[in-house]
């Protein structure tokens, strides 16, 4: 063995201390002129956001009702999580990049803009020309662009911004809004629903396939602001698509606010496969700063044989309350949860699942592979529920956790609530290390310890990151690697 | 409503009566557990974590009598009883209610070491044992208990002896009218010792409302061992919340096994705490649910120390329109190196009301442990009664032979044969619907 190396268990450690020391490259910021609106919440703040936004009565009157609704609670606490008090009336709800009349073509937007996101490795002209991916950015709480929305129009798709859908297809949106996430589910829903500044809208209309990825980038820019986006994607019957969501913040002191609803009704035979890799900068080695991601998800599987989807690759954040969702209502629906959830440095995680299950012969099947390292806390918490109604519904979850230091946590907590007897859950799950065995199998081969320690983690995220789609899980893998920088090579 | 006040009135109220027939050293603790009550200020309900089919706070509502002033019982019991477990052991003793009553000739059936005595008495003799170390103070339930506790049964087995006829303790209830009973059974195997325990509990009277609230508190010191068997064969209408908790030292083992035949609402508390490495703990569940039964085992074990190995099972069949809730915490401590935590939870619906609801979870916070976690719901192999039913075997026989078949890895874990063909059997009767208090049970239609 080479003089200058340590002694291999020295080795390792070194290599999983290193995992803690990755550097957030996301963490730019874009000096872009913004439009924030004071600090504070109110009803006041409320209708401000609703009139800069245009908006009509209908919508108003939600966001009052929600507003008037969340006065009413208090912070969910029950999480694995040691949430710091949040000062709610200290966060601008508002922040708009300003800009002269809308831009008509990509040449009009704001060139630093481009740059954001040329440097987020999403060029939006890129992807337009030659990936033939729809993208819809969202910085800070604005959507800037829609990429190839002409194209999706001749189909009948509709994907655009929230807000502009509020114009434009202000029957559908009043249909669907609110309808699988109420203002009343919980704290953070609630908030969302009172102050959401803008998201993304998707109508897939009856039998159509969209021959695209669509895609949504979020980035909160400004500093003291939240971010409160709100996506609504509606397939119609025998439709399809796949939606992917991919999150970035710049590097900041302060803890930001992320608290952002994503809703999805898929109908008779329709699918939907939604993927996200959320990486929101997560803090530094003390904890200092990052992203709050406090998300509400949840789909409606309303139709018959409808199918959804959830796919995550969580890197970000310093702390992660999310739990993407499935309503199994409409007979032999199918719900799947894929995640990949790693938490490092102080970052904390509480996220899972919950698969409902209404309708008969309802399936649904979730794998979560959590790794932590650092002194980072990982949870996954999950429900699956059967109703006396669903007979012959069937579970499988499977949650494995993997530990890359002596100082971080990984916890289960599944809960399993059958109601059926003819319904079949299955629940498994496993806690460990990286096994001494591996990673002396692979020396003895002549792999350096370095590199063995990111085949093993890339080998056990596999199941999950083939779930993504090709465009992302090159990226979700990057991402992987630079959280457990030096370790994975 | 809210019980706990009534408790807490009733106890202020009747503090002096209380303390006037109980021993000093059961009286110390008083002060403490109210305080904790009080903080509590409301039982846990449904919808609070941990408590998804049980609440506490309906348990202790109803107007139960407690004997503080200890008014005596006629002593017939020992005559007229019959346990489902005969002549498993000499070495017996009973609790009607809370009174404890030894069978005859118990202390010569006992050798020397091992120690079988009525609470009040051993809170004479060894005032300083009579607490567990890491009995948890603030659960409810042994609040509860701690303010209303009066008597109970008390074993040592001493330094180094080993008994291998199981202590039994028969749980006895007989009142005319709706009661609480206050039941503590403090158990202290010490040093290199080993013995067996077991516990049944068996009403007299079916028509009576009834609460047992009972406190099972077990120190095991380094390298001894307890094997603890625990049966529960009550009626409709009795209630039941139980705490088990257990001080593991050093290299100790503990092998318990909870056997549920028949009651009416229980909720069964185990508590498992080390203070030394290399203790090795072993938890067996087994439920057979019918009617409206609602039985919710809640396991908290917290790792603190290394070397450790903890190992559940827990297995429910639940029949008509009863109700099953499993909580398996595993914790494991920073520092809790080479931890070997492994939690199972299987249950059968055989019926379409039936409900269950598990929870097995686990906190980790170490890296050099292995930690696992199973659980499943569903029903009988359809394929497995069709091949049985193809070769002549009646579906009802073939369901029984599957319930058994299914139940019986549960029953491996009893250390003694002729306990386990014992417990066989009567898991076998239950099945057929033809125990002692149940007549009446849908079981039948297995038949």
């Known amino acids: 063995m080479n003089q200058d190396n340590t002694r291999p268990e020295n080795q390792s450690e070194d290599i999983i201390k290193g995992a803690t020391s990755g550097e957030y490259k996301y963490g730019f910021v874009s000096d872009i002129d913004t439009d924030i609106i004071p600090v504070g919440l109110s009803e006041d703040v409320v209708r401000l956001i609703s009139a800069k936004k245009g908006e009509p009565e209908w919508l108003l009157d939600f966001r009052l009702k929600a507003y008037r609704h969340w006065l009413t609670l208090e912070m969910p606490r029950w999480a694995h999580l040691d949430i710091p008090e949040i000062d709610f009336q200290a966060i601008s709800y508002y ?119 669509l895609s949504t980038y979020f980035r909160i820019n400004a500093a003291g602001t939240g971010q409160f986006e709100r996506t609504l994607i509606v397939a119609d019957d025998d439709a399809y698509v796949s939606y992917l969501e991919g999150c970035t913040a710049p590097q900041r002191d302060e803890n930001q606010l992320h608290a952002a609803i994503v809703e999805i009704v898929v109908e008779d035979r329709a699918e939907v496969k939604y993927s996200t890799v959320q990486n929101w900068y997560a803090g530094d080695a003390e904890g200092r700063g990052g992203i709050f991601n406090f998300v509400t998800k949840r789909g409606l599987c309303r139709g018959d044989y409808s199918k959804l989807s959830w796919t995550q690759v969580e890197t970000g954040s310093a702390i992660t309350w999310k739990y993407p969702s499935c309503v199994l209502k409409g007979e032999g629906s199918v719900g799947e949860f894929y995640s990949v959830a790693v938490t490092n440095n102080r970052q904390q995680a509480d996220t899972g699942t919950k698969m409902i299950h209404i309708g008969r012969n309802t399936r649904s099947t979730i794998v979560s592979k959590g790794i932590s390292a650092g002194h980072s806390e990982n949870a996954y918490r999950g429900l699956v529920k059967v109703v006396p109604a669903a007979s012959g519904a069937r579970n499988y979850t499977q949650c494995d956790s993997l530990l890359l230091s002596d100082t971080c946590g990984a916890h289960t907590f599944p809960y399993i609530d059958v109601q059926n007897d003819t319904a079949i859950v299955e629940h498994e799950a496993t806690t460990s290390k990286i096994s001494e065995d591996q990673i002396f199998y692979c020396n003895q081969r002549g792999i350096p310890t370095e590199e063995a320690v990111g085949l093993i983690v890339n080998g056990y995220a596999k199941e999950v990151m083939n779930k993504l789609p090709m465009e992302f899980a090159v990226e979700a893998q990057k991402l992987l690697q630079i959280t457990l920088e030096n370790s994975v090579g | 409503m809210n019980a706990l006040t009534q408790y807490i009135e009733l106890f202020k109220a009747h503090r002096s009566t209380i303390e006037a027939n109980a021993p000093a050293a059961l009286n110390e603790r008083r002060t403490e557990a109210l305080d904790v009550l009080e903080k509590c200020g409301r039982l846990p309900q449904r919808g609070d974590e941990g408590y998804e089919i049980t609440s506490l706070n309906d348990m202790f509502a109803p107007d139960y009598g407690i004997n503080i002033a200890r008014i005596k019982f006629p002593d017939d019991e020992l005559s007229t009883f019959r346990c489902e477990l005969p002549s498993v052991t000499r070495a017996w003793s009973m609790l009607v209610n809370d009174h ?268 050099e442990v292995k930690a696992s976690h199973g659980a499943t719901t569903g029903q009988l192999d359809e394929r497995a009664l069709f091949y049985m039913r193809s070769r002549g075997i009646p579906e009802a026989e073939a369901r029984m032979m599957l319930i058994n078949a299914f139940m019986t890895d549960v029953l491996d874990h009893v250390q003694l044969e002729p306990l386990r063909e014992r417990l066989r059997h009567l898991v076998d009767k239950r099945l057929r619907g033809c125990n002692s208090t149940c007549n009446t049970c849908s079981l039948e239609k297995l038949k």
């Open chain 1, 95 to 213: 922040a708009e990049p300003r800009k002269k009349e809308g831009p008509k073509s990509l040449d009009e937007v704001d060139p630093q803009l481009l740059d954001t996101f040329n440097r987020l490795g999403i060029s939006l002209e890129e992807q337009k020309q030659l990936s033939g991916m729809a993208v819809d950015a969202v910085l800070d709480s604005v959507s800037v662009h829609t990429t190839n929305k002409e194209k999706l129009a001749k189909m009948g798709i509709i994907f655009c911004s929230i807000s502009e859908a509020v114009k434009d297809y202000p029957d559908l949106v009043r249909k669907y809004l609110g309808s699988v996430v109420s203002y009343r589910d919980n704290f953070f829903a609630a908030l969302n629903s009172a102050v959401f500044s803008d998201g993304s809208f998707v109508y897939i209309p009856k039998g159509v396939r969209c021959p695209m990825e």
């Open chain 2, 100 to 367: 404890f009553v030894a069978a005859p000739g118990l202390e010569q059936s006992l050798p020397e070491g091992v120690e079988v005595m009525s609470l009040r008495r051993a809170a004479e003799l060894y005032p300083g044992m009579i607490y567990g170390d890491k009995l948890p103070v603030d659960n409810p339930v042994v609040a509860l208990n701690t303010l209303f506790v009066q008597d109970g049964v008390f074993i040592r087995i001493r330094r180094g002896v080993h008994f291998d006829t199981p202590i039994q303790i028969l749980n006895v209830f007989n009142s005319a009218t709706p009661m609480l009973a206050a039941r503590r059974i403090r158990v202290v195997v010490e040093e290199g010792a080993h013995a067996s325990v077991l516990i049944c509990e068996h009403p007299r009277v079916a028509d009576v409302d009834y609460l047992s609230c009972r406190v099972v508190d077990v120190t095991v010191a380094r390298d001894a061992q307890l094997d603890f068997y625990d049966l529960e064969e009550a009626t409709a209408r009795s209630r039941r919340a139980s705490v088990f908790a257990c001080d593991q030292h050093q290299e100790s083992r503990l092998n318990m096994s909870n056997i549920f035949l028949d009651g009416g609402m229980t909720r069964n508390d185990y508590c498992i705490r080390y203070s030394g490495d290399h203790a090795t703990t072993r938890l067996g569940g087994l439920v057979i649910g019918g009617r409206e039964q609602s039985i919710d085992n809640s396991v908290d074990i917290a790792h603190s120390t290394q070397h450790c190995s903890s190992n559940q099972l827990f297995k429910y069949a639940l029949f008509d329109q009863s109700k099953g809730a499993f909580g398996g915490m595993v914790n494991v401590e920073a520092g809790a190196r080479y931890t070997d935590a492994r939690q199972s939870n299987r249950n059968l619906l055989a019926s379409p009301e039936a409900r269950m609801h598990a929870m097995p979870q686990l906190i980790i916070n170490c890296d």
